[in-house]
């Protein structure tokens, strides 16, 4: 097909679509071969339009040059399961108390629907993923997580929360295998511990150690609001280490909040940069990386 003569309209754009591009090359550099880990959840999975964004997303990241690695959430379809298996559920500060049956259900959904979705939607688009739980390769070494409540004069309540975990250890050999291979690694946030049990984790906190683990250039978790607002609703576009402990003592940060900024504070002896990011922005991972105000939160040591 023969080429059709450029307008001077049509050249002007071209020549600011160009320059776009151009200003990405710094940061394109700064995070060839370097791996970004992702926690993809809220409206990001929901959203169709926001869906195909997100795997376009990482797919440019891997033809780049850049090793994302994805973990997921699923919270609103495990409780669409139970509901639809009429199993009750029951929330104990925040997390669901998960016993046998409810966990057969989890691991069910994680792994083998809500990852499958995941992974499908980044091969269909033109990139290579692989699903992952934390059994596979010994990835996720979970332990029982323990759970207290403080009250004034009187022993703290023990929660006993079933088979909701917390990770032990990671062991990043199968990621990196991955990595090498040119697939992108999708987690679901499931871990065993030493006698075989499977614990239902926190995803933020599975990205956290798996960031950890790895070294990782950045820890992205994408989130429904712009980022962390102060007192006054403005947003904080950045923090220290220090000043993200300060949020959380002095009530600035609150709700879900609260446990994704501790998950970056965790996360930062290893890793360069936090962020906390509205993933209702379509394109949110490209803006916050290859722009240079970015959007959301970055929390550094």
Known sequence: ????????????RYQMQARGIMETLPYISEFYKKTVVIKYGGNAMIDEDLKKAFALNVILLKYIGVNPVIVHGGGPQIGQMLKALNIPSEFRE???VTDDATMDVVEMVLVGKVNKQIVNLINMNGGKAVGLSGKDGMLIKAE?????????????????????????????????????????PVIAPVGVDDNGDTYNINADSVAGAVASALGAKRLHLLTDVPGLLDKNGKLITSMSRDEALQVIEDGTAT???IPKI?????????VEKAHIIDGRVENCVL???????GIGTEIVP
């Not at 097909?1 to 002007?12: F, I, L």
């Not at 009187?154 to 090498?180: F, N, S, Y």
């Not at 501790?262 to 290893?270: G, R």
């Open 287 to 293: 803006l916050e990386m290859f722009t240079r105000s």
């Open 144 to 184: 029982p997580k323990k759970l207290s409540i403080k009250k004034a004069d009187t022993p703290p309540e023990i929660i006993d929360l079933g088979k909701v975990g917390e990770v032990a250890e990671v062991d990043v050999d199968v990621i990196r295998t991955m990595e090498q291979s040119g697939f992108i």
């Open 94 to 96: 925040g997390y669901r």
């Open 1 to 12: 097909m023969q080429k059709q003569p450029t307008s001077e309209r049509n050249m002007k």
């Open 262 to 270: 501790k998950c970056c504070i965790e996360a930062l002896p290893a």
């Open 255 to 257: 709700g879900g909040m």
